[in-house]
């Protein structure tokens, strides 16, 4: 067990819709990071937040937004869904943010995405 | 940008030696981490190299050049719990940039 909490574990949900996805970070760490993982694509980075501001984007689509509360926790919105926007969505959370610094990652269980 | 090379696929024997090679080439750089992933799960990390040489930790070791662009990771006495994917990462800035994984199999 990383620490990382995500709800839900399983979406299903129709074309079109909009959904919410949720991360609570390990104790203590202030970055968030988002990832998108489907079968044909890896691993990829979508969003990090740090203490509640944006940090880094990746490869996210603008039908797509996040942000990270005071209580650290972080939501990822994902809207006008298609099918290729299924995928395993994994939030991880580090206790560093800058970089020449270590920043191991720890990972929550995912979210499983599938829309029909 | 992040281009981070790595087989696809690798089949070993139990208690055999497996060696996974990573190439990269990215705008900048402060550390090579690999991660394991299990099939529907989470990745756990296993490893961190930030200067030359060799990180060893238990059965599994780490290698990096950075003047090559280059990482190894070393799996030994491999069980068959190590079937997995093991995912190259390069730390840049704020975030990692993943190699697509390389699916390790290990058969008995």
């Known amino acids: 067990d990383s620490g990382v909490t995500q709800t839900p574990k399983h979406l299903i949900t129709a074309t079109g819709q909009r959904v919410t996805l949720r991360c609570s970070p390990r104790s203590g760490d202030l970055s968030v990071y988002w990832y998108q993982q489907s079968l044909d694509q890896g691993l990829q980075f979508l969003i990090q937040?740090?203490?509640?501001?944006?940090?880094a984007k990746g490869n996210i689509l603008e039908r797509f937004s996040a942000q990270q509360f005071p209580d650290l926790h972080s939501e990822l919105n994902l809207s006008s869904l298609e099918l290729g926007d299924s995928a395993l969505y994994f939030c991880a959370s580090s206790s560093r943010t800058s970089g020449g610094s270590y920043n191991e990652q720890f990972f929550g269980p995912g979210t499983r995405l599938t829309v029909l | 940008g992040q281009n981070i090379d790595q087989p696809t696929e690798m089949t070993a024997t139990e208690g055999a030696i497996v060696q996974i090679n990573c190439t990269y080439q990215t705008s900048g750089f402060n550390g090579l981490f690999w991660y394991q992933q299990h099939a529907g799960e989470a990745p756990t990390f296993l490893s961190y190299n930030v200067l030359d040489g060799l990180e060893e930790k238990g059965r599994f070791s780490s290698f990096l050049s950075r003047s090559k662009g280059y990482s190894y990771l070393l799996l030994k006495e491999l069980q068959m719990k190590d079937s997995a994917s093991y995912l190259c990462a390069v730390g840049n800035d704020y975030k990692l940039s993943f190699g697509a994984g390389t699916t390790v199999t290990v058969r008995a």
């Open positions: 937040y740090y203490n509640g501001e944006e940090r």
